[in-house]
């Protein structure tokens, strides 16, 4: 069940999100069993058994999330010949880690507090997105000391991140420009 909390649009939203991300599953684990010869779908399923129980198990399906390491393998192996590519898929999922825990965080300090002003996760998740661009617009800020101490954690986090952005470009450009120079000396 959703937190009664949470706006009715922000629920249906979930909901949505929920069982289409179970839909998807559910035909990903049926195409690969008809890929399977006919003979050997039961000794597939059986040794693919945490799909089929993902599937099945309704309480089992935030183990899901699991699945993202293994995008963030193939991304790894792809990204892997560049340090501008694997610190780009690094700098990206500590980015959205970040804001996401930082989201939950904050709202967890301040939903409640006296004169807060972020109360709803989407408030939460705006402010995260704005404090770890280092944009800060001011709209949503924290009123209680856990939620700035948040927000200082957020802010030197989102300062590294555009700082290994920056150097991940530079990186690359004069790895272009070295490369450039290299190739009309011959």
């Given at each position: 069940?959703?937190?009664?909390?949470?706006?009715?649009?922000?629920?249906?939203?979930?909901?949505?999100?929920?069982?289409?991300?179970?839909?998807?599953?559910?035909?990903?684990?049926?195409?690969?069993?008809?890929?399977?010869?006919?003979?050997?779908?039961?000794?597939?399923?059986?040794?693919?058994?945490?799909?089929?129980?993902?599937?099945?198990?309704?309480?089992?399906?935030?183990?899901?999330?699991?699945?993202?390491?293994?995008?963030?393998?193939?991304?790894?192996?792809?990204?892997?010949?560049?340090?501008?590519?694997?610190?780009?898929?690094?700098?990206?999922?500590?980015?959205?880690?970040?804001?996401?825990?930082?989201?939950?965080a904050v709202l967890d300090a301040e939903q409640d507090a006296t004169g807060a002003n972020i109360?709803?996760?989407?408030?939460?998740?705006?402010?995260?997105?704005?404090?770890?661009?280092?944009?800060?617009?001011?709209?949503?800020?924290?009123?209680?000391?856990?939620?700035?101490?948040?927000?200082?954690?957020?802010?030197?986090v989102g300062i590294g991140l555009v700082g290994a952005v920056t150097a991940s470009v530079a990186?690359?450009?004069?790895?272009?420009?070295?490369?450039?120079?290299e190739s009309s000396l011959d």
């Open positions: 069940m959703l937190d009664p909390r949470m706006d009715n649009d922000l629920q249906a939203f979930f909901t949505v999100v929920t069982w289409t991300v179970w839909v998807a599953f559910a035909a990903d684990l049926a195409i690969r069993l008809a890929l399977v010869p006919r003979g050997h779908r039961a000794e597939y399923a059986i040794r693919h058994w945490y799909d089929v129980a993902l599937v099945v198990v309704p309480m089992l399906r935030p183990l899901r999330m699991l699945r993202l390491l293994a995008l963030v393998r193939i991304l790894d192996r792809s990204a892997a010949n560049s340090l501008a590519g694997r610190v780009l898929v690094y700098v990206s999922g500590a980015a959205a880690v970040s804001v996401g825990l930082g989201a939950l109360t709803t996760f989407g408030d939460a998740v705006w402010w995260a997105c704005t404090t770890v661009t280092t944009v800060g617009y001011g709209d949503h800020f924290p009123v209680t000391l856990e939620g700035r101490v948040v927000a200082v954690v957020l802010m030197v990186t690359w450009l004069i790895g272009r420009a070295q490369a450039e120079r």
